[in-house]
C-alpha cells in the first residue's frame, strides 16, 4: 500500500515540474518574439523619420509649436475692459480692441458702452473681421443721467459728447466684476494687458492712474508742449467750493483715460454719487479753471480721488501723441518700449495730423461696411 502511494506522489511531482518547464519555455519564447518586434518597429520609424527629413517635412515635435488655424478658447479669470464706442469713432474702438486681443492671452472680457444708433453697426463690423471671437457685450448708455449734471460752455464748438462721463458709472457697466480696467478709445495697446490689470491697489483706493509728473521725462514733455499737470490748471481756485477743499493748486494731476477700477471699494464709497455731486456743483457755480478748453471730466475725478489713488506704471499710458509737437519729442524706441499709446489731444491717429499713425494703422481693421474711413487713409487714397 505505501508503495502505491509513492508512486502517486512521485507521479504528481514530475507532472508539475514538466509542466513549469514548459510554462517557462514558453514565456521565453514570447519575450524573444517581443523583442525581435521592437526592434523592427524601431527600424521601421527610424525609416520613416529619415525620408521625412529627405521630403522636408519635420519631426512630430513640430505640432506643439504649429500655429492653430483656430481660436482656442480663453478660459480663467475674466480680465474686463471697459471702453466706449461713438459712432464717429468706431474705427479707433476697433484698432484698440484689436491691439488688446492680439497682445495677450488672458480672458478678456470688452464691455462696451456705446448709443442706440451704434450697436448694429459694430456688431456687423466684429463678427465680419478678425475679432469674431472676442468676448464682449455691448451696454446702452442712459443719457438721462446727466441732466442737470453737466455745464454747456459757450465757447466750445463742438458738443458735448455724452459717453464722455460713462467712466463716473464704470460699475454699472461690470456688475458682478469686482475690478476692471477702463481705457479710451483713442489707444493701442502693446504689451500684454493682463499686466495692467494685475497693478496693484492700495487699501481704501478705488482707482489707480498715472500722474502727469510721474517721471522726469514726461514732466519735461508736459512743460514743453505747454500743457498743464497740475490742479490749478483744471480748478478754479478763486470759488470758495475749492478753496475749502484745502488740495494744492501745485498737486500733480493725472489722465483719466486709462486707469485700473477697484469696483468693490467704488462702490463702497459710492465713487459715482460723489462724482455726481461735484457735476451738479460746477453747473451751479462754475467751478472749472478756463486754463483747459474741453476738461469737463477731468475736474471732478480730480476732487474725488485727490490723495486718494494709487499709480499705475507710466509705460502703461504714454500719452499726449495726439497733441501739437509733443508726441514728436518721443524716439521711436521709447514708443516701440511703451506698453499703451494714447493719442488725447486735437489730433488723432485716424485723421490728417497725428504722431506714428503707423502703428494706429497696423492695428485698425477696416470697415466691412465700408461706412468708416479714417479720414487721413481716405484722402490719400484720393
Known amino acids: 500500500m505505501q ?29 524573444i518574439i517581443v523583442h525581435r518586434n521592437l526592434i523592427s518597429l524601431n527600424d521601421f520609424l527610424r525609416s520613416v523619420s529619415s525620408d521625412s527629413h529627405h521630403m522636408g517635412l519635420q519631426p512630430v515635435d513640430f505640432l506643439i509649436e504649429a500655429p492653430q488655424s483656430f481660436e482656442v478658447a480663453r478660459t480663467g479669470e475674466e480680465v474686463p475692459v471697459v471702453i466706449t464706442a461713438a459712432g464717429e469713432r468706431l474705427g479707433a474702438l476697433i484698432a484698440a480692441m484689436n491691439s488688446i486681443y492680439s497682445n495677450t492671452k488672458s480672458n478678456v472680457v470688452f464691455h462696451i458702452v456705446t448709443m442706440n444708433d451704434t450697436a ?9 473681421t478678425g475679432l469674431k471671437d472676442v468676448k464682449y457685450r455691448i451696454v446702452q448708455f442712459d443719457t438721462q443721467v446727466l441732466e442737470g449734471k453737466i455745464r454747456r460752455n459757450p465757447v466750445e464748438s463742438e458738443p458735448l459728447k455724452p459717453l464722455t462721463f460713462a467712466r463716473f458709472f464704470l460699475p454699472t457697466f461690470v456688475p458682478d466684476g469686482k475690478k476692471a480696467i477702463y481705457l479710451d478709445d483713442d489707444v493701442i495697446v502693446q504689451g500684454d494687458i493682463q499686466e495692467l490689470y494685475n497693478t496693484k491697489l492700495k487699501t481704501g483706493h478705488a482707482v489707480a492712474f498715472s500722474d502727469d509728473c510721474d ?38 494731476s493725472f489722465n483719466p483715460g486709462v486707469f485700473v477700477a477697484n469696483l468693490t471699494e467704488w462702490k463702497r464709497q459710492n465713487i459715482t454719487k460723489q462724482l455726481e455731486k461735484w457735476m451738479e456743483l460746477n453747473v451751479a457755480e462754475d467751478l472749472y479753471s478756463r486754463t483747459l478748453a474741453g476738461s469737463i471730466t477731468t475736474p471732478p475725478l480730480l476732487i474725488v480721488f485727490y490723495k486718494k489713488h494709487s499709480s499705475i506704471d507710466p509705460m502703461w499710458h504714454v500719452r499726449h501723441l495726439g497733441s501739437t509737437g509733443a508726441g514728436n519729442r518721443y524716439s521711436s524706441r521709447f514708443v516701440k518700449a511703451a506698453k499703451l499709446l494714447h493719442w488725447n489731444g486735437h489730433y488723432k491717429p485716424w485723421g490728417r495730423t497725428s504722431s506714428y499713425t503707423d502703428i494706429w494703422d497696423k492695428w485698425y481693421i477696416p470697415d466691412p461696411t465700408g461706412k468708416f474711413h479714417p479720414v487721413r487713409k481716405h484722402t490719400e487714397d484720393k
Open 120 to 128: 448694429d453697426h459694430l456688431k456687423n463690423w466684429l463678427s465680419k
Open 3 to 31: 508503495f502505491v502511494v509513492n508512486a502517486f506522489n512521485f507521479f504528481l511531482f514530475s507532472f508539475f515540474s514538466v509542466n513549469v518547464v514548459i510554462l517557462l519555455l514558453i514565456a521565453v519564447a514570447f519575450l
Open 215 to 252: 517721471s522726469a521725462s514726461l514732466k519735461g514733455l508736459v512743460r514743453g508742449a505747454g500743457n498743464q499737470y497740475n490742479y490749478i490748471g483744471f480748478l478754479d481756485y478763486k470759488k470758495d467750493s475749492i478753496r475749502k477743499l484745502g488740495m494744492k493748486a501745485t498737486t500733480c
